[in-house]
């Protein structure tokens, strides 16, 4: 079983659409999650930081269950510019801020 | 304030060589950690460095090897290539020394050296 899981996509949404993401975890002791945004050839850049029971920024709404070991990402009102690969990310336990990532899933939102 | 920088941006080797990727993390920060992103895949760990020397490895094989510098600068170096070492190498900075997630445990990346092996 993989670290991190995510549905890869892509997901084809219109714009204006609301669109969640959904990705699970193995290690029941981890810790901090983030949500990465990575662009087609560029580095990943920190979307969100998921510390609690969640945090909001604008359009984007990332939840944690640490019952269940997931983590989810909710888009609304997709704008184009939203397309992007967005990779779960969650700290290794046990110190050194080890990063273990999802594969990324794949979000294309049209006209 | 300067964000994490890398260098170079492309690299072109033959299998069997050798290749050094060199990293300066965003000001204020202490920590390197490197990464390899295959096409299609999340970055997977390296190994990360904290006050020059290596805190923690991932599953990679000795043909792996860095260093970071008194001005906390890294380098990855890379043996014996293979056909398979081609990939994205990230570089992310953050504040080490701590053992539970804070706000300071958020990690940069730079933009990366894409490395193509032939």
Not at chain 1, 67 to 95: E, F, M, W
Not at chain 2, 41 to 57: D, L, N, S, T, V
Request: aromatic fraction near 10%.
């Amino acid at each position: 079983r993989k670290e991190v899981e995510q549905d890869p996509g892509p997901f084809n949404v219109p714009e204006g659409a609301t669109v969640a993401f959904n990705c699970t975890y193995s290690n029941s002791a981890s810790q901090s999650f983030f949500w990465y945004r990575q662009d087609c050839r560029k580095e990943p850049k920190l979307l969100m930081s998921v510390y609690s029971s969640g945090n909001e920024d604008g359009r984007f709404t990332a939840q944690l269950n640490r019952a269940s070991q997931y983590i989810s990402l909710l888009i609304r009102d997709s704008k184009l510019s939203d397309s992007a690969t967005y990779l779960c990310v969650v700290n290794h336990p046990g110190g050194g801020n080890k990063l273990t990532f999802g594969t990324g899933t794949q979000l294309k939102v049209e006209l | 304030d300067a964000g994490v920088t890398q260098s170079p941006t492309h690299l072109i080797k033959t299998r069997g060589q050798q290749v050094t990727l060199r990293c300066s993390p965003k000001s204020g920060h202490d920590t390197v950690s490197w990464y390899q992103q295959a096409l299609g895949q999340g970055p997977q760990f390296i190994f990360q460095y904290y006050e020059e020397e290596e805190r923690q490895r991932g599953n990679f094989p000795d043909r792996f090897s860095g260093h970071q510098f008194p001005n906390y600068s890294s380098e990855l170096n890379v043996n014996a290539l293979l056909l398979g070492d081609s990939a994205l190498y990230l570089c992310a900075s953050s504040l080490g020394g701590t053992e539970l997630p804070s706000s300071t445990d958020t990690q940069y990346f730079g933009p990366g050296t894409r490395l193509t092996v032939l």
